[in-house]
């Protein structure tokens, strides 16, 4: 009796044990440039675009899921299957892209967390992005010298940080419940919707999480093939329980610039939004939310290197140390911070960049998890693939339009 009730907790324990990589990926779900999408859509267009936030989250469910399962059931990331099968021609060209959004993901994360810095502490905003990538730094060392185990506790931990922060303001102005779910009726309203709708798909299904997320499962998950089939069972359970949270904490950020923000003058600046929220909810709802943007941004610095040396790593075979990497994508950053643009458009505009990143991860994805001599019995089945197809269409639907919508003014 006493065996029969202890195997149930032994297999409870030996779940929570393989939990951990989505909620390292789910970062990238909460990083600052989803709060320059966020706060922007809610104070613009109040509930309208609440929609988009359960949409996108419900695809990154699957396309997190699919990415795991990769790594999972091959033991590789999918930067290195897709570094085996390419040419070297074509290897070059798709790191390039994938590149390019790293870099507009680096932007974003360094740039809100100079902007944290600067609302909680006065700290100038070019400094503030040195202090970040320096403090970045520390966290990617303890992934070196601790293992991925210690970097996932120190991750998670800034997200627990992070939605305190985020959600807080909820208790002290709760949303309208029936504009809440009207938010839920798909619509759009112009071009500038499109653009808001592309921003927060860009910064809910980010591409460089897409590729992370094989190589974290590689690492934290891969077995042999006996012990797959419940493997795999945890995983979906460790991916919806980590983008169910980031999703939440994404909703809350426009409901409460929906709720507070809707109409006012200077919210469509980060700093300008928490001045109303510090205004409207109280000094104190202004500090958890800084705080909040600070964890996100320093977290999400971290994670976003790491998932560019492993982009690297599997596409060009070439391993460099995360401190040059880090010190060599800070730079961009630093500069445009320099340049006097307005840091809140120039993560909106990052947010961009990243959505049209995601068909180059999520397409070769797709067609890689059906093939049966890579994944064998755990290939997607028709259903699945048939969802993964739509999402990947609409995605790319969005970005076409998007492009015409901004060409033609």
């Known amino acids: 009796m006493t065996r029969t009730a202890a195997q149930p907790r032994t297999g409870r324990v030996r779940l929570v044990m393989l939990l951990g990589p989505a909620f390292v990926a789910a970062i990238a779900y909460v990083d600052p440039g989803n709060v320059a999408a ?6 613009r267009f109040g509930y309208m675009l609440v929609w988009v936030l359960v949409a996108a989250n419900a695809m990154a469910v699957l396309v997190q899921y699919l990415s795991a399962k990769l790594g999972v059931v091959t033991g590789r990331s999918l930067p290195e299957v897709l570094g085996e099968r390419l040419p070297r021609p074509a290897r070059l060209a798709y790191w ?12 974003a994360e ?11 502490f006065g700290v100038p905003l070019v400094l503030g992005g040195v202090i970040t990538g320096v403090v970045s730094l520390l966290v990617l060392a303890v992934q070196q010298r601790r293992g991925q185990r210690a970097f996932e506790g120190v991750v998670t931990s800034m997200l627990a940080v992070l939605t305190v922060g985020f959600c807080a303001g909820l208790f002290f102005s709760p949303p309208d419940p029936a504009a809440m779910l009207a938010g839920l009726v798909p619509r759009l309203q112009g071009a500038d919707s499109v653009l808001l709708a592309a921003s927060m798909l860009g910064a809910t299904v980010m ?12 690492d934290h998950l891969h077995a042999p093939s006996t012990s797959v089939p419940r493997i795999l069972r945890a995983t979906r359970v460790d991916v919806v329980l980590a983008l169910i949270l980031a999703g939440s904490v994404n909703i809350a950020m426009l409901l409460l610039a929906a709720a507070n923000l809707a109409g006012r003058e200077g919210t469509d600046t980060i700093e300008g939004a928490h001045a109303a929220i510090a205004g409207t909810l109280g000094p104190v709802v202004g500090v958890l939310f800084a705080v909040g943007l600070l964890a996100s941004g320093l977290a999400s610095t971290s994670v976003g290197a790491y998932a560019g040396a492993e982009i690297m790593s599997g596409l060009l075979r070439v391993r460099v140390s995360l401190l040059t990497r880090r010190l060599v994508t800070l730079l961009p950053a630093i500069v445009l911070l320099m340049t006097g643009i307005s840091p809140t458009w120039l993560l909106v505009v990052s947010q961009v960049v990243l ?4 068909p180059f991860a999520m397409i070769p994805l797709v067609r890689l998890t059906r093939d049966r001599e890579l994944l064998g019995e755990h290939r997607n ?15 790319v639907a969005l970005n076409v339009t998007l492009l015409w919508l901004t060409l033609t003014g």
């Open 38 to 43: 966020n706060l922007t859509a809610g104070a």
């Open 96 to 107: 390039a892209q994938a590149e390019v959004v790293a870099a507009a993901t680096d932007l």
């Open 110 to 120: 360094v740039i809100g967390g100079a902007i944290a810095l600067n609302l909680l």
């Open 207 to 218: 591409p460089h999480a897409i590729y992370l997320h094989s190589s974290l499962a590689r």
């Open 355 to 358: 959505s049209f990143g995601i």
């Open 381 to 395: 089945a028709l259903t699945t693939q048939v969802l993964a197809w739509v999402v990947a269409g609409v995605i």
